[in-house]
Nanobody
Framework: QVQPVESGGGSVQAGGSLRLSCAASGRAFTSYAMGWFRQAPGKEREFVAAINWSGGNVAYVESVKGRFTVSRDNARNRVYLQMNSLKPEDTAVYYC???????????????????WGQGTQVTVSS
């Protein structure tokens, strides 16, 4: 198993940028797909982005395409979410999660992700 821990959240104005990091301990990290989800106040959990074990396959929810970039560094057991051109609609708690069974693909269903971090708050004003 892996134990994801998110960091990098904060408060920014619309148009600003944040880079979220996820530290995922565990020997099997390099075999897991990693995903980012978010939950806004009063809203359901939403898939944001995911990256497969090699980093060669990524997926994004339509609303963040062109603004967010997911990447990973397996040597450091880290996955990142670079968020640019942030909008107030991006305000949410962002969660990092591990999918141990994705293989070459990435999956957008939360049910596929077995291990979850505690979340980091992102607040975008204006």
């Amino acid at each position: 198993q892996v134990q994801p821990v998110e960091s990098g959240g904060g408060s920014v104005q619309a148009g600003g940028s944040l880079r979220l990091s996820c530290a995922a301990s565990g020997r099997a990290f390099t075999s897991y797909a990693m995903g980012w989800f978010r939950q806004a106040p009063g809203k359901e959990r939403e898939f944001v982005a995911a990256i497969n074990w090699s980093g060669g396959n990524v997926a994004y929810v339509e609303s963040v395409k062109g603004r967010f970039t997911v990447s990973r560094d397996n040597a450091r057991n880290r996955v990142y979410l670079q968020m640019n051109s942030l909008k107030p609609e991006d305000t949410a708690v962002y969660y990092c999660a591990a999918d141990p069974n994705a293989g070459w693909i990435v999956r957008g269903s939360a049910d596929a992700y077995r291990y979850w971090g505690q979340g980091t708050q992102v607040t975008v004003s204006s």
